[in-house]
């Protein structure tokens, strides 16, 4: 089982970045597929990106392809999105997920959750 920890949320304005990272405890942090998820008020929870168990393949939605990276440090047990030339429409809680199987970075199915940390975009 593995525990994770959202922090970097806040409020900034359109065209700023902002890095989250999710802290994860245990020591099998590297058998886990990470996710990055978000949840807009009065909208689904959407998938964000997704990252393989060593860091090498990464995928991501649409929306935030070319603006957002998500990579991973395992010796520090921590999974990042670096978001870049944010718009309103970025505004929402986003969510650290975790999984060992399956070994994919497709699938929204995840076990493991954090609690989340709100980002606001201003225009």
């Known amino acids: 089982q593995v525990q994770l920890v959202e922090s970097g949320g806040g409020l900034v304005q359109a065209g700023d970045s902002l890095r989250l990272a999710c802290a994860a405890s245990g020591r099998t942090f590297s058998r886990y597929v990470m996710g990055w998820f978000r949840q807009a008020p009065g909208k689904e929870r959407e998938f964000v990106a997704a990252?393989?168990?060593?860091?090498?393949?990464?995928r991501y939605a649409d929306s935030v392809k070319g603006r957002f990276t998500v990579s991973r440090d395992n010796a520090k047990n921590t999974q990042y999105l670096q978001m870049n030339s944010l718009v309103p429409e970025d505004t929402a809680v986003y969510y650290c997920a975790a999984r060992q199987t399956p070994d994919t970075l497709y699938g929204n199915v995840y076990p493991y959750w954090g609690q989340g940390t709100q980002v606001t975009v201003s225009s």
């Open positions: 990252i393989s168990r060593s860091g090498l393949i990464t």
